[in-house]
């Protein structure tokens, strides 16, 4: 078994990887970067699995992960909150050298007081540890990174800030997944704790207090939401898919009895994973 993620090592999904390997008997050294999402879809075969952010705390959601997962052929088999520390990293031993800081958008956008206080102008790099890569490589004295704090000691770049992200609690969300025919031959393997969510997609009818009913169909059996976000549907223009998280606070029964509810102002309602 092999665990795909996407950005260079060491970089912050690398971390995440980390937190799986003792629960998925998964040795380090089968732990695979690839350059972007879809990459590590592709990735996915019989015996691989990913790890993969969908949301931070602080920026925004991944969209583009939502809509690969949206195909339903993969199961949840775990949630991982990584909390996000970064560090500026550079050649240069004094602050004032540094104009600029390279880093992964969704990086420099968590640290932007940051960038202010110190005039310095952030720069979109591919990837946070790629980032650390180049500004060493570089050997320039007025560039720094935003990375985590394992680039520090690869790169050899020196630590002249930490915890600079704008929100002191920054935290990404995760997901760890395997195919839904994979699980279900390998449940056994996949002895991780679960989380007791559940994540559900639908498009309403295009009719008033769709969306209301629909959620009405939650609140009246104390089913907790835990995020409900709109995506354009794709499929037409400007119709748009709601994808639903919720705490698994009460019994099965009340859960499918909501469902059916909602059944009745969607067009469509999709289970997508219980985990």
């Not at 919720?246 to 499918?256: H, M, P, R």
Request: with cysteine; proline share 3%; charged share 25%.
């Amino acid at each position: 078994m092999k665990i795909c993620y996407q950005w260079y090592p060491w970089a912050y999904w690398n971390k995440a990887c980390l937190q799986v390997l003792d629960y998925l008997k998964v040795n380090a050294k089968d732990i695979i970067w690839v350059e972007t999402f879809k990459d590590v879809f592709n990735e996915i075969d019989d015996w691989n699995i990913w790890v993969i952010p969908i949301e931070n705390s602080y920026a925004w959601s991944i969209h583009e992960n939502f809509y690969h997962i949206i195909s339903w052929k993969y199961e949840i088999i775990w949630e991982i909150f990584l909390d996000i520390n970064h560090y500026f990293l550079a050649n240069s031993k004094n602050i004032s050298d540094i104009k600029e800081v390279y880093s992964h958008p969704q990086a420099l956008m968590q640290c932007q007081k940051y960038f202010k206080e110190h005039n310095i102008k952030p720069v979109i790099f591919s990837d946070t540890a790629w980032a650390a890569k180049f500004v060493s490589e570089s050997k320039r004295t007025d560039i720094a990174s935003i990375s985590s704090d394992l680039c520090n000691e690869i790169y050899g770049l020196n630590i002249l800030d930490k915890h600079i992200q704008d929100q002191t609690w920054n935290m990404t969300r995760f997901f760890v997944v395997v195919l839904k025919s994979v699980y279900e031959k390998n449940k056994y393997l996949f002895q991780i704790p679960k989380v007791w969510k559940i994540s559900i997609q639908f498009k309403t009818k295009d009719t008033p207090s769709a969306l209301y009913k629909c959620l009405w169909a939650f609140a009246t059996r104390f089913i907790n939401l835990t995020k409900i976000e709109s995506l354009p549907a794709r499929e037409s223009h400007f119709e748009y898919i709601f994808w639903v998280d919720f705490q698994k606070n009460v019994s099965d029964e009340i859960i499918y009895d909501a469902f059916e509810e909602i059944r009745f102002f969607c067009k469509d309602l999709v289970i997508l994973w219980d985990y």
